[in-house]
């Protein structure tokens, strides 16, 4: 069944759709009718089950009545952020995507001295609303209790910022290397906030590594080969998600 986030804590058992997006994707789209169900997620994160009691199409409003699901949340036990340099257009939006249905809570986009794109000031409200709505429609989709919030930084200095409990980067460097245990070290601990920055095609450039080193972030090794800029966050994300969801405590 469809899942869709509200902008508002529901303290009722009845509600109304009245979200022009949310209407037309369930009335008009779907073509859902009374006595159908779908999920709705409030601003606490609470989950409930919605049966359609009515589809006004005159006034575009969905009356349903809720009922409040114990369902266990999807979210990781820890906060995940990836970090990564830009890259084309088509190559963020399936990052963002991929991202928010592996777990991230927050995903950052910053410009570094190998990017292959960069945004102009113009743009930049623009696209981060795109990303945005391609993040709700993820999380919608994986069933998410929230929305990853998409970021942008015109700088690498600048994602000193967002450092976590356990800030990383990784560094193609290390793992050619062989470097493949402080990863794995640095998991061991359960932080309970992890960031991850990844370079673009080009990789970072040793200043950006040796500056990233020096405010705390440790160079890890994502195994023994070298994935594409896109692919590595994906790596990275199942990693934590087999570390933090799967494995047997």
Same mark, same amino acid.
């Given at each position: 069944? &469809? /899942? ?9 058992? +009845? ?21 159908? =169900? ?9 989950? #409930?089950?919605?049966?359609?009691? +009515?589809?006004?199409?005159?006034? +575009? ?10 369902? @266990? ?6 906060? =995940?952020?990836? @970090? ?12 963002? /995507? ?42 919608? /989709? ?14 690498? /200095? ?58 705390? #972030?440790?160079? =890890? ?7 594409? @800029? &896109? ?7 199942? =990693? ?10």
């Amino acid at each position: 069944m &469809e /899942q869709y986030f509200v902008k508002e804590t529901i303290n009722s058992n +009845n509600y109304q759709i009245t979200d022009p997006e949310t209407f037309k994707h369930v009335a008009k789209v779907l073509r859902h009718k009374t006595g159908d =169900v779908i999920y709705l997620v409030d601003t606490t994160e609470s989950l #409930f089950a919605a049966t359609i009691k +009515n589809v006004d199409q005159e006034q +575009n409003l969905i009356e349903t009545e809720l009922e409040k699901m114990t369902t @266990a949340s999807s979210e990781m036990p820890v906060d =995940v952020t990836v @970090a990564c340099s830009l890259s084309k257009k088509d190559k963020i939006e399936w990052i963002t /995507q991929k991202s928010t249905e592996l777990g991230a809570k927050k995903i950052i986009f910053f410009d570094s001295k190998y990017s292959i794109m960069n945004w102009k000031k113009n743009v930049v409200e623009k696209k981060l609303l795109r990303l945005q709505e391609i993040a709700k429609n993820a999380a919608q /989709q994986s069933k998410r209790r929230i929305i990853p919030e998409v970021i942008y930084i015109d700088s690498l /200095q600048k994602l000193i910022d967002y450092k976590a409990e356990s800030s990383l980067v990784a560094y193609e460097e290390s793992a050619k290397q062989g470097e493949i245990s402080l990863l794995a070290q640095t998991l061991a601990k359960t932080p309970k906030s992890v960031l991850c920055a990844f370079g673009p095609e080009g990789g970072f450039a040793p200043e950006e590594i040796d500056f990233l080193n020096q405010n705390d #972030f440790l160079s =890890v090794g994502l195994g023994p080969r070298i994935m594409r @800029a &896109e692919t590595a966050p994906m790596y990275f994300l199942s =990693v934590l998600s087999y570390k933090y969801e799967l494995t047997v405590k």
